[in-house]
């Protein structure tokens, strides 16, 4: 990136970091929805239940955020995550599988709210290329160099059946997308070069057993 | 809970240490996976980019598990953050809305990998109920109260468009439903004592675009 933000010159930091970069974003918008024009490493740390030292290490690897006597600006901090994640920018995103879930990913409003924009889609099913597919084009899967090259698409959402999935990831590695954000439980062996990133959404399910399971502590 | 496993008499943690549980129980079992007997909380800070500080505090919520010169035995921390987590009991889960998303999600493998089974589901359209799709039944939500009491299910998966949200999970909070994870971009208005977990994908898109704008640091 050439923007003039100040950037330390340490190493990437670990992927975890940058996913509660996710987490500072959404807080300190609902807190900027909730009419708060600064916050702080204590408040923001126990919103997420990390310490404020925490808080502070992981935003020092990206630069220096705070001011003495006042903490953090929310919206000026939203503006340099969203610097840092790259979202003050538009992403176009291609799916690939419009099966059921490429469907419903097509419509889930929550990308847009966050800078991401579904542009087109691939699959290899006649009946489906194309076709308009909840107002994306769905183009045969070996279109996808052009198309993504005349789009400037660099993410994918790959929204195939798990025995597909590596197969499929190969052929749009091959066609220059960056970025694979890959719903099949599987691990994609891909090159280093690429990025992806698995969804776990038992994850969620976990967070709602943990409180059944507990909330006769709550009562 | 009535097992005997020591619980600190704490408050409840932060939600956000309850998902770093998650993360704990993914890297414990891929450690598992690779031949790994035992870990440190400067190992597993590492791979998650946490302090070890941040580790140890994070498992002192629920109990004490390393010991002296050994550290973590994984097995062992496995199966206490699946005991605090509740997965160490299978848990029968309920879709509610069977479009495409409730189509995808009855067939999504993750969960039953962690331990949640998809056993039912539910919509209003008579196209859909009556009939089994992908292996499971689809009742119509009128039943759930029965249907819900009669399979012991206390989770539920919310997949309805986002206009219906809110008065859907109304409707399922009254039959019983103690938990539920909304994939909807909408925050639900509930009762305190039902617990929702709302699913933010762009999170992990922008994981993804985070990477990809700093590719250059890499190279």
Redesign the interface.
């Known amino acids: ?1 050439s923007n003039s933000r100040p950037r330390p010159p340490s ?13 500072y ?2 807080e300190l918008q609902h807190l900027i929805r909730d009419g708060s024009e600064t916050t702080s490493s204590t408040q923001l740390g ?6 404020d ?2 808080v502070r ?2 935003l020092a690897h990206f630069g220096q955020f705070g001011y003495p006597g006042i903490g953090y600006r929310c919206g000026e901090l939203v503006q340099e995550i969203k610097c ?4 003050n920018q538009a ?1 176009p ?1 291609a799916i690939v599988g419009m ?3 490429g ?3 097509v419509g ?4 847009e ?2 800078g ?1 924009q579904v542009t087109v889609a691939f699959d290899i099913d006649p009946d489906k290329t194309g076709r308009t597919m909840h107002g994306v084009e769905v183009h045969h899967l070996s279109a996808i160099e052009r198309v993504a090259r005349e789009q400037s698409i ?2 994918a ?1 790959l ?1 195939v059946p ?1 025995a597909a999935a590596q197969e499929v990831a190969e052929v749009i590695i091959a066609a220059g997308i ?4 890959n ?1 099949a ?1 599987v691990t994609l062996t891909l090159p280093e ?1 690429v ?3 698995g ?21």
Chains 1, 2 share one sequence.
């Open positions: 990136m190493d990437t930091p670990p992927k975890a970091v940058i996913h509660r970069l996710s987490l974003l959404r126990r919103l997420l239940g990390l310490t030292a925490q290490k992981d840092i994640l790259g979202t992403w995103v099966g059921h879930l469907q419903a990913l889930y409003r929550g990308f709210q966050q991401f660099r993410l959402i929204a798990a960056e970025g694979v954000l719903f439980p070069t990025h992806r990133v969804v776990d959404l038992a994850m969620e399910l976990e967070q709602l057993s943990f409180a059944v399971v507990n909330r006769t502590q709550k009562s």
